[in-house]
């Protein structure tokens, strides 16, 4: 079911670096969403996303960037990573209505060192 | 704020026995998703309760929404090893954005 795309799978970089992680769906969602997941544990909005030039903050997102030039294309951006960065993150989409689930993508492991 | 409780945060059970989980908000919710997370998996979409009261079945897994859809429970009958993972529910708040639980890890003992 990879309709949605995240690369890369795992990372592992040193403190101070700018990375930015890839996510790419092609069911045509509207919304997009970025989670942060410590292993087994709640999902921490970190932003979302209505749609082309729309971007909004979560709960989660000091130290990152996100940004949405097209539709099915929803990178995120740590300008510096730090060791407090080290964990999994999701990229989710859904339809606009209120009713639509999300569908998640396979997410990238990250760890700084 | 707005915060979506669940309980517990483990279950081991033997396999064959049952399974529940509970979600529990603070004000009232549109909706209710469930989501279903294996190990290393990412979260998976199960189902969604609408109506005040709603029941919904899926083979040995039962969703149940509130009457003052505030609160929601999902239970497994004779878990099997399949069963294990975590099971979030997600909550939608009155400005449309999801409210998740903290998730119950199900582990089936040895």
């Known amino acids: 079911e990879a309709d949605i795309y995240q690369t890369p799978r795992y990372l592992v970089i040193g403190t101070g670096k700018k990375i930015t992680l890839e996510c790419s769906q092609t069911m045509g969602h509207d919304k997009m969403y970025w989670y942060q997941q410590d292993p087994g544990m709640e999902l921490h909005l970190i932003h979302y996303?209505?749609?082309?030039?729309?971007?909004e903050k979560g709960d989660l997102s000091s130290e990152s960037t996100v940004s949405r030039i097209r539709t099915e294309h929803f990178p995120l951006t740590l300008e510096s990573a730090r060791p407090s960065h080290t964990s999994q993150y999701l990229c989710?989409?859904?339809?606009?209505?209120?009713?639509?689930?999300?569908?998640f993508g396979n997410g990238t492991r990250l760890t700084v060192t | 704020g707005q915060q979506v409780m669940q309980i517990p945060q483990y279950q081991h059970v033997q396999e064959g026995e049952d399974f529940t989980t509970y979600c529990n908000s603070s004000t009232t919710l549109s909706n209710i998703q469930w989501y279903k997370q294996r190990p290393g998996g990412h979260p998976v979409f199960l189902i969604q309760l609408v109506k005040s009261g709603e029941v919904k079945k899926q083979k040995r897994l039962t969703f149940q929404f509130g009457e003052a859809k505030k609160n929601s429970s999902l239970h497994i009958t004779a878990t099997q090893t399949t069963d294990v993972g975590t099971y979030f529910c997600a909550g939608l708040r009155s400005n449309y954005q999801l409210i998740w639980g903290a998730g119950t890890k199900l582990i089936i003992k040895p």
């Open positions: 989710a989409s859904s339809y606009t209505g209120v009713n639509s689930p999300l569908h």
């Open positions: 996303s209505y749609g082309v030039n729309s971007t």
